[in-house]
């Protein structure tokens, strides 16, 4: 819980005000603590591409929006985060559990997790990489870049940091 | 009635709405018919008019509708479970349903064949689910304006059929922009 407890108050320290998920056992506790949340908004939502739909509504009325997902729901998304959030050059922060690193005990995982890195590469996202609780720290700064330069972002958290937790 | 001549039916209605229009000739017919700021025309990702709609309801106070079309609904569809799920009072999705891809060319989407958009959104927990023909959608969509309690699904049936137009010749981050403006939020244009 402390880890999961860190990441969601630098996410809002770096001015995330606007939360999705579509579910993973490694982000579970952090969508406990956004239920129980009452200063920001929060839904699980189906599918992450219709997530960065509802992202870009948001961005539109002024929130600082983040989608919680594993690494596959990049897959699901390219065509909506290129032709859309980075189209119109909306922020948008990517917190990704990084399903398929180290650790992982589904070996299935390590497809996705073998090309996850080179999409967000090929599609010019910025990466922080999340392996020891110390790189949670960069997280805020990293969330209010996204606002900056206008542009979707993505913090990836590796399976043994949040094995855990 | 075709999608030209509904969206011209509803010009006056929607006029100071807040307006997400689907991809390709909806938004370009738009566009012709009556070109505003806080029209937002999407110029990718088609699916997603129904979400970015909804995303934006969730966070201003006034009305958003979302204008999407058959084809692009049956592409996002899980989307319909959660506006039936999260939708706010301020939300009104409108559905122009010609049966066809029209801005493909006019191909059939299955609601020409078995599909019911209508059953599909109760069935996904969307209130306040209309069917209606295209001359009976502008009066169905100011109710629902009116309406501060309730969200919205309007399935407007209509005949397939496009009119010759241009695409869009406004940048994405001009809509953007002026969109925001519309609202408040940019105070630099």
Same mark, same amino acid.
């Given at each position: ?51 960065? $739909?509802?992202?870009? !509504? +948001?961005?539109? %009325? ?8 594993? #690494? *596959? ?29 180290? $650790?992982?005990?589904? !070996? +299935?995982?390590? %497809? ?8 967000? #590469? *090929? ?43 | ?189």
């Amino acid at each position: 819980m402390k880890i999961s407890q860190k990441i969601i108050t630098n996410l809002k320290e770096g001015g995330a005000d606007f939360f999705l998920s579509v579910p993973c056992k490694l982000l579970a506790n952090m969508i406990t603590i956004l239920e129980n949340d009452k200063d920001i908004y929060y839904s699980a939502i189906p599918r992450e591409e219709e997530g960065m $739909g509802i992202c870009a !509504g +948001a961005y539109l %009325g002024n929130k600082l929006p983040c989608i919680m997902m594993q #690494n *596959t729901g990049i897959g699901n998304s390219v065509n909506s985060i290129v032709s859309l959030l980075q189209l119109y050059q909306m922020p948008v922060v990517f917190l990704i559990s990084y399903r398929g690193t180290p $650790g992982e005990p589904v !070996g +299935a995982q390590g %497809g996705m997790a073998s090309v996850t890195e080179d999409i967000l #590469n *090929t599609l010019r996202i910025p990466m922080l990489h999340c392996n020891t609780e110390d790189d949670l720290d960069k997280i805020t700064t990293f969330t209010n870049h996204a606002k900056v330069i206008e542009s979707p972002v993505a913090i990836l958290c590796n399976f043994n940091l949040m094995k855990d937790d | 009635m075709n999608r030209f001549e509904l969206l011209n039916l509803l010009k006056e209605t929607i006029q100071d709405e807040l307006v997400i229009c689907n991809i390709g000739l909806p938004s370009q017919e738009l566009y012709k018919i009556n070109d505003r700021p806080n029209y937002f025309y999407m110029l990718g990702s088609m699916g997603l008019a129904s979400s970015i709609g909804l995303g934006l309801s969730l966070t201003v106070d006034k009305n958003v509708i979302s204008i999407d079309g058959d084809g692009s609904v049956l592409m996002n569809m899980n989307t319909l479970a959660t506006i039936g799920n999260r939708a706010p009072s301020n939300y009104t999705l409108l559905i122009v349903d010609n049966g066809s891809y029209g801005s493909t060319g006019d191909q059939k989407t299955f609601t020409n064949e078995r599909t019911s958009l209508k059953e599909v959104a109760i069935g996904a927990g969307c209130k306040n689910v209309i069917e209606c023909s295209g001359e009976e959608t502008d009066g169905n969509l100011k109710k629902a304006l009116a309406d501060k309690d309730n969200s919205y699904v309007i399935i407007s049936k209509i005949q397939s059929g496009n009119v010759p137009i241009k695409p869009i010749p406004l940048n994405a981050v001009t809509i953007r922009d002026r969109f925001r403006k519309s609202i408040g939020l940019v105070s630099y244009l």
